[in-house]
């Protein structure tokens, strides 16, 4: 198996910056190259018994996560240049994407830059040494693949073109509205998906059901609406069209269970009026808290 190491920078503007085991004059020189990538740093709140021995854990999660990787400018002579120019790409306090490919799998994270070491007047006979430290907001590391998939999916049962002399009770394709599907989670923890309902005629009251919750809609779509729910922020953002509407979903919603639970998850949709009409698109990232 490829055991070659790579990491890519992406900036908000869509420049990068690559870091490779190999095949790069920016390379990882170490074993610990990244450190804190392979570490899980958790928060765990614990009641000790009034009056016996031992106590309870109330709660469990994952904090912020710093994370320091160190890399090195292997061409000596090209290291005025090379510095200018990671000095040019690296600002601190930016936001940064970071994909990381190892042994095959690849996963990404999202940090701020808030510490850097570069030598001020490289050695041109050395190599020049880099390290920075990115802070995490979300600790978890998330699969490149949103695994997007279609929930209310036509089922072709014939290819075209296709000739039949039968006038009547030949199907053409089979609409999968209203269906029940199941979703697998692979990762380290739940994953809370995007879902986009578009409005292909009328749709009255639209409804999602992942797992034990539910969000209602309470509004009528008219066709080619779009509702975006995204339940991958906090707190949760639900749109109609661009324009926030989470103010118009059912009161008894229970946004805070709409998670695909690691392993396998229940997913369904409904209306109250016009489910056939809806297309509804669920996607996620699976989540992992070490590479």
Wanted: glycine share 6%; aromatic share 12%; charged share 20%.
């Amino acid at each position: 198996m490829d055991n070659n190491l790579t990491v890519r920078f992406v900036r908000e503007d869509g420049s990068a910056f690559t870091v490779a085991r190999e095949n790069s004059s920016w390379r990882f020189l170490k074993n610990n190259a990244l450190e804190g990538f392979s570490e899980i740093d958790g928060d765990v709140s614990y009641v000790d018994n009034a009056t016996t021995d031992g106590g309870q854990i109330t709660s469990t999660r994952l904090g912020r996560k710093d994370r320091t990787i160190s890399f090195a400018h292997i061409i000596p002579s090209e290291n005025d240049v090379a510095r200018q120019s990671l000095l040019k790409f690296f600002i601190e306090f930016n936001t940064y994407k970071i994909y990381i490919t190892y042994y095959g799998r690849q996963l990404w994270c999202e940090g701020m830059l808030y510490k850097m070491s570069v030598p001020a007047n490289p050695d041109l006979t050395r190599l020049l040494t880099v390290t920075m430290t990115f802070v995490f907001e979300n600790p978890y590391l998330r699969s490149i693949d949103d695994f997007g998939k279609d929930i209310a999916s036509v089922t072709p049962a014939w290819a075209f073109p296709w000739l039949c002399t039968e006038a009547v009770g030949v199907p053409v394709g089979v609409y999968n509205f209203n269906q029940v599907i199941e979703l697998e989670n692979k990762g380290d923890s739940i994953a809370r998906p995007v879902i986009t309902f578009v409005a292909k005629g009328p749709v009255v009251n639209p409804v999602i059901n992942v797992g034990q919750g539910f969000v209602k809609l309470i509004n009528t779509l008219a066709t080619d609406d779009e509702v975006v729910m995204n339940f991958a922020v906090l707190p949760p953002r639900i749109t109609k069209n661009g324009v926030n509407c989470i103010g118009k979903c059912d009161r008894t919603s229970t946004f805070n269970e709409i998670y695909l639970d690691i392993g396998m998850t229940e997913v369904s949709y409904d209306a109250d009026d016009g489910a056939d009409n809806l297309s509804v698109t669920i996607k996620y990232n699976q989540l992992y808290a070490t590479i």
